[in-house]
């Protein structure tokens, strides 16, 4: 097939790009580079610099005769979402409204979003699976809802066909090494680890060592985005296969706790990582782990390298090569 990458220049959109491009498909990029970077893209795969909320770009490059598209291009900081809606509101819902207009205006019948697992808010019982409320936290959530909302109208009422993904948390860098590209500023708990592993920040600040959890730290769904990459390649086939729309988790069914990141980490380095414990970070659960049941039953997707040795042994591998160490 010939794809549209909408985002694909950022940190799992490459990885995304990547697996189409190896299971065959002719991928396209577009970016503004705003978080996504130039060292991030595959000369195999054509490159439109533009910006989402600039219509005629968008239209003029989704004219390229796509078949299907895939939407990653959006902010995704949840504590600054509630800081700076207007920001998420204009990225995350304006330019999703002109990408899927526009893909509608240029006849692309099929898209494949990026979804989170913030669409459901505080746990109300583990694992979560598809049926459970979705009642997001914070405004980023807010918008993720938002736009499967949309999408389910513009399935009715025009007949896009439409795969939501609902990660839970990415993490780790390509198993084969292929993406360099490191974030910038980033917040997560996996390249904060990373970055005090390097000596680019004096510690691993702990949100909270008193939660009802196995060791006190927060437990979160670490998911390799190598699985989830191929992820969207399974949702897209069978989106395509079977004409209809669907919305599923991909998370690895697995918590790993903060303690366990840290300790994990302090092995694959061979650095020491000096952790401080800190209050609880407002809105942050104990516990979030996924019921990947639905992956599993319609795509036939599991994750694969979504073990806390892979997510640490591959991000450490990143940061390694990009030369960032001190
Ligand atoms: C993980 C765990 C923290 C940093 C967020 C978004 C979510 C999704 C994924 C995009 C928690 C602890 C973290 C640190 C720490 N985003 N932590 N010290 O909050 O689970 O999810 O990213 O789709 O919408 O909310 O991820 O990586 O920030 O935190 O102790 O410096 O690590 O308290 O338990 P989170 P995270």
């Given at each position: 097939m010939r794809i549209?990458?909408v985002?694909g220049a950022g940190?799992?959109?490459?990885?995304v790009a990547?697996?189409?491009?190896?299971?065959g498909?002719?991928?396209?990029?577009?970016?503004?580079?705003?978080?996504?970077?130039?060292?991030?893209?595959?000369?195999?795969?054509?490159?439109v610099?533009g910006d989402?909320?600039d219509?005629?770009a968008?239209?003029?490059?989704?004219r390229?005769?796509f078949?299907?598209l895939?939407h990653?291009?959006a902010?995704?900081a949840?504590?600054e979402?509630?800081?700076k809606?207007?920001?998420?509101a204009?990225q995350?819902?304006?330019?999703?409204?002109h990408i899927l207009n526009a893909?509608l205006e240029a006849?692309?019948?099929?898209?494949?979003f990026?979804?989170?697992?913030?669409?459901?808010?505080e746990?109300k019982?583990?694992?979560i699976?598809?049926?459970?409320?979705t009642?997001p936290e914070?405004f980023?959530?807010?918008?993720?809802l938002?736009?499967e909302?949309l999408?389910?109208?513009?399935d009715?009422l025009?007949g896009?066909?439409?795969?939501?993904?609902r990660?839970f948390?990415?993490?780790?860098?390509?198993?084969k090494?292929?993406i360099?590209?490191l974030?910038?500023?980033?917040?997560n708990?996996?390249?904060v680890?990373?970055?005090a592993?390097?000596?680019?920040?004096p510690?691993?600040?702990v949100?909270?060592?008193?939660?009802?959890?196995?060791d006190?730290t927060?437990?979160?769904?670490y998911?390799h985005v190598?699985?989830l990459?191929?992820?969207h390649v399974?949702a897209?086939?069978w989106?395509s296969r079977?004409?209809r729309?669907?919305?599923v988790n991909?998370?690895?069914e697995?918590g790993i706790?903060?303690?366990?990141?840290?300790?994990?980490?302090?092995?694959?380095?061979?650095?020491p990582?000096?952790?401080?414990i800190m209050?609880r970070?407002?809105g942050?659960?104990?516990?979030?782990?996924?019921s990947?049941?639905?992956?599993?039953?319609l795509?036939?997707?599991?994750a694969?390298?979504?073990d806390v040795g892979?997510l640490?042994?591959t991000t450490?591998?990143a940061y390694?090569a990009?030369?960032?160490?001190r």
């Open positions: 549209l990458i985002g940190y799992i959109g490459s990885h990547r697996e189409f491009l190896d299971a498909h002719e991928v396209a990029v577009f970016d503004n580079l705003s978080s996504g970077r130039r060292d991030n893209l595959f000369p195999e795969a054509r490159f610099e989402i909320l219509y005629p968008l239209l003029g490059c989704m390229g005769g078949d299907a895939v990653l291009a902010a995704k949840a504590g979402s509630m800081l809606p207007e920001k998420y204009l995350n819902l304006n330019g999703t409204v893909a006849g692309v019948g099929k898209v494949v990026s979804s989170s697992a913030a669409t459901y808010g746990p019982y583990l694992p699976d598809e049926k459970h409320p009642e914070n980023y959530g807010y918008t993720k938002e736009v909302r999408l389910g109208w513009y009715r025009r896009l066909k439409f795969a939501a993904l990660y948390n990415a993490a780790g860098y390509d198993v090494g292929r360099r590209g974030e910038r500023d980033p917040a708990l996996l390249p680890v990373m970055e592993a390097a000596g680019m920040r510690e691993v600040q949100f909270g060592d008193d939660y009802p959890t196995r006190g927060g437990v979160r769904d998911v190598s699985d990459a191929r992820g399974a897209l086939e989106v079977e004409g729309s669907l919305v991909l998370g690895s697995k706790s903060v303690l366990e990141i840290i300790e994990e980490a302090r092995r694959v380095t061979g650095r990582i000096p952790a401080r209050p970070r407002p942050d659960p104990a516990q979030l782990y996924a990947s049941a639905l992956a599993r039953e795509l036939g997707w599991e694969r390298h979504s892979s640490v042994a450490w591998e390694r990009s030369g960032a160490l």
